[in-house]
């Protein structure tokens, strides 16, 4: 049995509905939830926190049907984008709150709240009211403030995307380090990928009320099951066949582009076959080191440059693969539209989803 | 900024950009037709005030009645605001929080109080409160009587004034984002516990300036007071007396000082509840 289940969960408030979600994670695992704006993403978490009572399915926690506790009996802490901190207190008072509930001893709350306001670097704040705070500042306070009394889960929503790039990053290390050292299991909606990479054991992704994939970030992220969680994570998906294969190795024709792959399935299969573009080796000539496989001839259609490094298109045939280089390699390889290089794929790195 | 380069400018707003012959036109009517409204509300107002001789207004500040009138209406008008804080933030919460059909026909039977003609309200009252309905014999068994007594003057202003209550409190539990709430109850806070240490904090300001605008209506009211309760006087009902008894220049200088008492009260109360003259 996990530690936590989602069942069949369905809601409809009009503009926002859950639609059949289930989901599960395990003690001390790190779930990111993606997916578009409207996706239900904050319903979900509302209706597992219980502000909302699911029409249908349940939720269980440690083992526990929960779906009928109110919020105040489930031990799950929130933290939400617009950090609600209660701004008639004093960020002392906002950390306290939910501890004078469990702990009735002044002393002891008092030495819990000072060594949690140490780890999240809040010690100067501490008799400040939350408007008189910084973005970054009001979001460790709340982050202090669910922490403090020891939720037996963690959710929150897009907990980061209202700071600003720096703030962000700092925010995002800091709370990576207090979840390590806490083993709390966590449920964050994000639509920022680098949370995703930073913080992410497990990822779902949603779409119009359903979880779309739900699973370990390197399988999402390899393996996305459709273009839709391809696009979400960078990468591209392609419908192909399975041809008979004498090595060992998976042979699939990909509208008349053949790839190998170390994956297996059986001859004359349609399957799905994901890339990513990092994944795609870019030469000037054709590679004549005979461990490089999955070589074809591909002209570039289009490219374009964010930060340090320069998306291109390849077109071979009637398939379209993207890849990514480096600027300096972009160069390097004297890349140019209309211009013919040799593409590469490593057999591993051609994943059947 | 600084406070200093704040300071400097008093006047901030739409009129100093007010140039050019369209924008001169523009801007004199409205001004114009603002000095008007605030002349209109002014003049008839202080021509009341400086109506009466000092030795009249003498007379009438040791007048008994006067000042058991006022009373009277200082009272009933402070409980009704008091039984509206007590009944009415119930509802006001509750349409602030939920949405459910029939929503808007329970509001505007809140507002309905404001729309029917005064004398209404007291006819209303006094028919189900009368003999004559089961009701009125239930609480007239158990020793309550409305007619011609300070629980009638009191229940007519509760009627009346509860629409201002109720309307400013919903405003101000309608401000308190529910995320607030809900990150409460994550907290292991109860719903009652929720209200009384978050909701209600966060909108004191509102539930006051409700009170203060209940119990400025339930002060002026007449017309529903007069029909259910002539007797005890309140201050309004007096004035009435004395201007179809004696004239004009007797009813003055109880008009002056009901003016003078409440607008003391209300200044203060308006203090108390926006203080340093925030904006909010």
């Not at chain 1, 995307?161 to 720096?166: G, R, T």
């Not at chain 1, 449920?187 to 979880?211: E, F, Q, S």
């Not at chain 2, 002539?230 to 004239?247: C, D, K, N, Q, S």
Request: glycine letters at 6%.
């Amino acid at each position: 049995m996990s530690f936590f289940r989602v069942e069949d969960m369905h809601i409809n408030l009009g503009e926002f509905s859950l639609k059949g979600v289930s989901l599960e994670f395990e003690r001390g695992e790190y779930l990111t939830v993606m997916g578009p704006t409207g996706a239900g993403k904050t319903i979900l978490l509302e209706c597992i926190i219980g502000f909302y009572h699911p029409e249908k399915g349940r939720v269980f926690l440690e083992g526990r049907d929960i779906t009928d506790d109110p919020p105040e009996k489930r031990r799950i802490g929130i933290v939400y984008q617009d950090y609600a901190l209660l701004p008639h207190m004093d960020v002392f008072k906002n950390i306290e709150y939910g501890l004078k509930k469990t702990d009735s001893n002044k002393e002891s709350r008092r030495t819990k709240i000072l060594d949690m306001a140490e780890s999240l670097n809040i010690s100067h704040i501490l008799h400040r009211k939350p408007t008189t705070l910084s973005g970054g500042e009001q979001q460790r306070v709340a982050l202090s403030r669910a922490l403090v009394v020891d939720p037996r889960l963690l959710l929150m929503d897009e907990p980061l995307s209202a700071l600003d790039p720096q703030t962000r990053h700092t925010t995002r290390a800091l709370l990576r380090q207090a979840m390590r050292n806490r083993d709390i299991t966590v449920l964050h909606i994000t639509h920022d990928m680098d949370d995703v990479w930073a913080l992410a054991d497990k990822v779902a992704i949603m779409r119009d009320g359903r979880i779309e994939q739900h699973n370990t970030l390197q399988c999402v992220f390899n393996r996305p099951c459709n273009q839709f969680i391809a696009d979400f994570v960078g990468a591209t998906v392609f419908e192909g066949t399975v041809l008979p294969s004498s090595n060992g190795h998976c042979l699939i024709d990909i509208e008349g582009l053949v790839l190998s792959s170390t994956d297996h399935a059986q001859h004359g299969e349609n399957i799905k076959v994901a890339l990513r573009p990092e994944n795609i080796m870019v030469f000037q000539q054709r590679p004549d080191n005979h461990s490089v496989q999955n070589i074809v001839e591909a002209t570039l259609e289009d490219y374009y440059k964010e930060g340090i490094l320069y998306h291109l298109f390849f077109r071979s045939g009637e398939v379209r693969i993207p890849a990514v280089v480096t600027s300096s390699a972009f160069h390097e390889l004297n890349l140019e539209r209309n211009r013919s290089s040799f593409l590469s794929v490593n057999p591993t790195n051609v994943r059947i989803t | 900024m600084t406070t200093s380069t704040l300071r400097k400018s008093r006047f901030r707003g739409v009129l100093s950009s007010a140039r050019g012959l369209s924008g001169l036109a523009f801007y004199g009517w409205m001004i114009l037709s603002a000095a008007l409204v605030l002349l209109f509300i002014f003049g008839p107002l202080a021509s009341v005030i400086a109506a009466p001789t000092w030795e009249r207004m003498y007379e009438t500040l040791i007048d008994a009645q006067v000042i058991a009138s006022i009373r009277l209406s200082l009272v009933t008008a402070g409980t009704a605001s008091a039984v509206a804080l007590i009944l009415g933030t119930p509802l006001a919460y509750l349409l602030a929080r939920n949405d459910f059909p029939g929503k808007r026909v329970v509001e505007s039977l809140i507002d309905l109080p404001i729309m029917i003609p005064h004398p209404v309200v007291g006819i209303a009252l006094l028919s189900l409160a009368g003999r004559n309905h089961w009701f009125g014999e239930f609480i007239q068994s158990i020793g309550i009587e409305l007619m011609g007594t300070t629980t009638g003057i009191i229940c007519v202003l509760v009627f009346v004034g509860m629409p201002f209550y109720v309307n400013t409190a919903k405003a101000g539990f309608e401000s308190v984002s529910p995320r607030l709430e809900n990150v409460s109850r994550s907290l292991g806070a109860g719903p009652g516990a929720t209200f009384f240490r978050v909701t209600l904090p966060l909108t004191w300001r509102h539930v006051l300036v409700g009170m203060i605008m209940c119990m400025a209506r339930a002060l002026s009211e007449f017309g529903a007071v007069v029909i259910v309760a002539y007797h005890p006087m309140i201050a309004p009902v007096l004035m009435y007396e004395r201007f179809t008894a004696y004239g004009l220049s007797w009813s003055q200088p109880v008009a002056v000082l009901l003016i003078l008492v409440s607008m003391t009260f209300f200044l203060v109360l308006r203090i108390i509840s926006n203080p340093s003259g925030s904006k909010r």
